[in-house]
């Protein structure tokens, strides 16, 4: 079994910023990649932003240059660093990652998913 916990949602005026953290626990052999998914009330669950086994981050076009995702290895986390938000980046923002376990079974798991409410 895999975990992952994210934190660090709430309530933020637009123009302020807020910090995501996601932890993984459990059988996890491996991390292939971590990131951070959004879905807002009526839409679908878009990709926000992603960290490959490489390091190599993907942006969605629409939070480049104000969200920064990092990861720390050692502690099985990645963060997400979100800056200047607007109220279209408000949603719920769910951690996914791509974790291969001891029995070298690579399995996608999700969050439970932590509110963001940017306020115009």
């Known amino acids: 079994q895999v975990q992952l916990v994210e934190s660090g949602g709430g309530l933020v005026q637009a123009g302020g910023s807020l910090r995501l953290s996601c932890v993984a626990s459990g059988d996890i052999f491996k991390i292939d990649s971590m990131g951070w998914y959004r879905q807002a009330p009526g839409t679908q669950r878009d990709l926000v932003a992603t960290?490959?086994?490489?390091?190599?981050?993907y942006y969605a076009d629409s939070v480049k240059g104000r969200f920064t995702i990092s990861r720390d290895n050692a502690k099985k986390s990645v963060y997400l660093q979100m800056d200047s938000l607007k109220p279209e980046d408000a949603g719920v923002y769910y951690c996914s990652s791509i974790i291969t376990n001891y029995v070298k079974r690579k399995s996608h798991y999700w969050g439970q998913g932590t509110q963001v409410t940017v306020s115009s």
């Open positions: 960290l490959g086994s490489d390091d190599s981050p």
